[in-house]
């Protein structure tokens, strides 16, 4: 187990190094237009030659990328363009929005897909093909008119959530959640439609194994077969399917933020990206790219945990 994780650290840093070096060249091609984005369309070329060399941008890019990188490495990514900020500043306090909401989503999803996948296979019927009428409509929505739907039925309508706003945990707890639950809601959607499918499947293809029948024989309880035997060997595809379902959720999170107007980053990076702000988004890269790597490292020891075939493979 210490060699798997230390490979996937590995590859992970590698990950790092490549997504972050391609996306500081692609960002980095036109010093002029950069130049001139943030200095507005009626600056002379004089003035935009003088923001070039203001802004290190004179310098080759190899230059500048391990100059960035060495800073990066001690957590300076320097600061906004625009505000001179810190970039990990204005990060970090906007990250715990975004992760609220992806981990939420990541929890509740679970437990419903894992719960209604396992029922829809053992019973079977018309509870199966309603459940996969359901998934199927759920993978379809679109997460904007999901919250859309719920923020204007149980935020306007109803009352029993505020519609849009943030309140910070240490703030209110209770309030904090009230401003959650509904951009989870619209989040989880899709997330619990795909996660459902695969459980359905999975638990399945299991039930229908000699080693199951095999235990029933022997006379083990249905609940114990199903929990301690055939769950954890349909675990891993439908943990799978969740670790890729999370990157799509911190893209999905930028119109769901947008909504609710929540202070995440999924609205900080459409918010820079437009200005230009080239530091701000080489660290929003990084730590989008640094969470997807921790979330999958623990998705795949999860896997490990769960499956005895996992750890052998």
């Known amino acids: 187990m210490f060699f798997f994780v230390v490979r996937r650290l590995l590859a992970g840093a590698v990950l790092i190094l490549v997504v972050s070096f391609l996306s500081f060249v692609l960002l980095n091609l036109n010093t002029d237009s950069i130049a001139q984005g943030t200095l507005g369309e009626n600056a002379t070329q004089a003035q935009v030659d003088a923001k070039i060399i203001q802004l290190g941008l004179d310098q080759p890019i190899l230059t ?17 363009w625009f505000t001179s ?42 509870i199966d093909r309603f459940v996969q009428v359901i998934t199927v409509v759920g993978y379809g929505l679109p997460g904007f008119l999901v919250a859309l739907f719920v923020v204007t039925i149980f935020a306007i309508q109803l009352g029993w959530f505020p519609a849009t706003g943030y309140v910070k945990p240490g703030d209110s707890l209770s309030g904090w959640l009230l401003t959650i639950i509904l951009p989870i809601a619209a989040l989880s959607v899709t997330t619990i439609a795909s996660v459902t499918q695969q459980v359905r499947s999975a638990v399945g293809t299991t039930l229908r194994q000699e080693y199951v029948r095999t235990l029933r024989s022997r006379g083990l309880s249905e ?29 999905g999170s930028v119109v769901v933020e947008s909504i609710f107007a929540l202070p995440g980053i999924g609205s900080m990076a459409v918010q820079y990206t437009a200005r230009g702000d080239i530091p701000v988004v080489m660290g929003l890269v990084v730590t989008t790219v640094i969470i997807v790597v921790v ?12 499956s005895p075939k996992a750890r052998i493979a």
């Not at 301690?228 to 890729?244: D, G, Q, Y």
């Not at 979330?295 to 769960?306: E, M, P, R």
């Open 85 to 126: 900020e810190s970039v990990w500043g204005s990060i970090s306090n906007r990250l715990p929005v975004t992760l609220s909401l992806v981990i939420g989503v990541m929890i509740v999803s679970s437990l419903v897909a894992f719960a209604v996948g396992s029922i829809a296979a053992i019973r079977r019927g018309n």
């Open 64 to 80: 500048r990328y391990t100059t960035w990188l060495g800073a990066a490495f001690s957590g300076d990514f320097g600061q906004s």
């Open 223 to 251: 609940p114990r077969i199903l929990i301690k035997h055939v769950l954890r060997n349909a675990a891993a595809p439908a943990l799978t399917v969740l670790a890729l379902q999370f990157v799509g959720l911190l893209g």
């Open 295 to 306: 979330v999958n490292l623990v998705i795949d020891l999860a896997i490990g945990w769960l």
